[in-house]
């Protein structure tokens, strides 16, 4: 049996068992509230590996440690940045916003959740929030069918449109049919796979290498500055690369997972599980690009594609078969976050347009199957996208994090925090954080080389604060719920830490 035989076995494997999660799920799934959030029943584990899996992508496996094998710990800045960006995620965000979303009618999507907390009677704060997901994440899912493609033509020798095809036709089979279920346990096993595939590689390759001193040994004999942190930096760049961190509060495939949360109680449980999650497997990626850079230095060996370094090194170090699971961790990976962007775009398109502006008093029954049509619509279009490989959409990803970021991370922390939030300092605070990564994005030298999320998500901040101060009137019904949700996390606390001393 060849190689790339026992490596299409596990990927057979892989698929099958992806399938099988989505036929669990769908049985499973009765309503638009479980469709769209798992009837906000997910456990503290399968939340934080879920929100890991949908945030890393391929980045995690081909892009940190390409990165770090050809520029060094350099690159490594961030790493930190979106490790601590998402530590403030899990500890500010995710308990109230778990809290604060079922107070507030009990919300299912991040535009719903605007809309009622601010008592938006006009409905444009909802609207213009689906559309905003609506648009970037129908390039996203474009984005991750190019990578899977790519992945299959460069893994298997697969034409690229057949590559691309048969990852779109597995993530949307599993997401179309299981919903949320499927997308956060299809998550949480890849999650696993990712972990456990960036915690063998560069343990394995570490006695293959002569331990930790011979790893640290040939860096230093192919290029010391390698092993440093700050021999090439700039303070632009370090800036930049922690700011990527400010993208999280933003992301609504991410935060989403912190509203499916069985309690706000169970929000700390799972901070710790995601952040460790996130620690090791950063870790793993920065351990086996050092030690693909040994390896190839004491074998004499040349790899022309800096990104194939984990591919690379489970493919030499590992049975074919193991290395078949190896390279189903990067499709996993890469599956995972498309998955979860086509259900949040579904949902933008069914909760927060559809119902809105076309129908508002739909059954469930029709809205799940109208849920399900709506992945397929946008698998479609993006599929469309990605027909012909475009590294314009690739670049997108970047931008739109920046985006996300920028345009909707200040206002869910100020929804979540400052009770004088208005709809129109929410509104006219989202536009400009959108046009400013925009503009700033496309315009290059000197201070434009700053990560243009920092800009957008500054001005962003101070045009929501200046215009809800301006706009402000007293409502009751705003601030009662507000003392609620504020109640409901006290309430949460307090019986957490009695648990403790227990």
């Known amino acids: ?197 960036l915690i063998a590689v560069p343990l394995v390759g570490l006695s293959a290498t002569g331990g930790p001193g011979g790893v640290i040994a040939s860096v230093r004999e192919v290029d010391p500055a390698l092993l440093s942190a700050t021999s090439t930096a700039t303070v632009m760049g370090v800036v930049s690369a922690l700011a990527w961190g400010l993208g999280y509060f933003g992301q609504p495939h991410i935060i989403v997972r912190f509203m499916a949360i069985r309690s706000v109680r169970e929000a700390t449980s799972a901070r710790r599980i995601g952040i460790g999650w996130m620690a090791l497997s950063v870790l793993g990626a920065i351990a086996t690009a050092l030690v693909g850079v040994a390896y190839f230095q004491q074998q004499g060996l040349t790899l022309d594609d800096p990104e194939t370094v984990f591919i690379a090194l489970g493919q030499i170090l590992f049975h074919p078969l193991l290395a078949g699971f190896m390279l189903a961790a990067v499709l996993a990976a890469i599956m995972s976050t498309v998955s979860s962007q086509l259900l949040v775009t579904s949902s933008a398109l069914v909760e927060d347009l559809y119902r809105m502006v076309v129908r508002s008093n739909a059954s469930d029954r029709f809205l799940v199957l109208l849920g399900r049509g709506a992945v397929l619509l946008v698998s479609l279009v993006a599929a469309a996208m990605a027909w012909t490989q475009n590294d314009t959409i690739l670049g997108l990803v970047a931008f739109a994090w920046a985006g996300f970021g920028a345009a909707f991370g200040p206002t869910i922390l100020l929804s979540l925090y400052w009770r004088r939030l208005t709809v129109a300092g929410a509104l006219a605070g989202m536009v400009v954080g959108a046009v400013a990564v925009g503009i700033w994005g496309n315009v290059d030298g000197g201070i434009f080389d700053l990560y243009e999320i920092v800009p957008g998500f500054v001005l962003n901040l101070l045009v929501a604060v200046v215009v809800s101060v301006l706009t402000h009137r007293r409502n009751p019904a705003i601030e009662a719920e507000f003392d609620a949700a504020l109640a409901m996390l006290e309430k949460q606390e307090k019986e957490e830490e009695e648990a403790l001393e227990a």
């Open 1 to 197: 049996m060849s190689d790339q035989a026992f490596q299409a076995v596990a990927m057979i494997v892989y698929f099958g068992g992806m399938l099988l999660i989505g036929w669990y799920a769908y049985r499973r799934t009765k309503d638009l509230g479980d469709y769209m959030l798992g009837g906000r029943d997910l456990g503290p584990a399968v939340a934080a590996l879920s929100a890991g899996a949908s945030d890393m992508s391929g980045w995690l496996l081909m892009g940190l440690p390409g990165a770090i094998y050809a520029a060094g710990l350099v690159e490594g800045w961030i790493a930190v940045g979106l490790t601590v960006g998402a530590w403030l995620n899990w500890r500010f965000v995710a308990p109230r916003l778990r809290g604060y979303t079922q107070v507030s009618n009990n919300s299912i999507t991040i535009p719903s959740f605007l809309e009622n907390r601010l008592k938006d009677r006009s409905r444009l704060l909802r609207v213009a929030s689906g559309l905003i997901i609506l648009t970037f994440f129908t390039f996203y899912v474009s984005s991750g069918m190019v990578a899977g493609g790519v992945f299959f033509e460069s893994s298997f020798g697969m034409e690229y449109r057949h590559g691309m095809l048969l990852v779109a036709a597995v993530t949307v089979a599993y997401t179309l049919f299981g919903g949320f279920l499927a997308v956060s346990y299809t998550d949480f096993v890849q999650g696993l796979m990712m972990f456990l595939a």
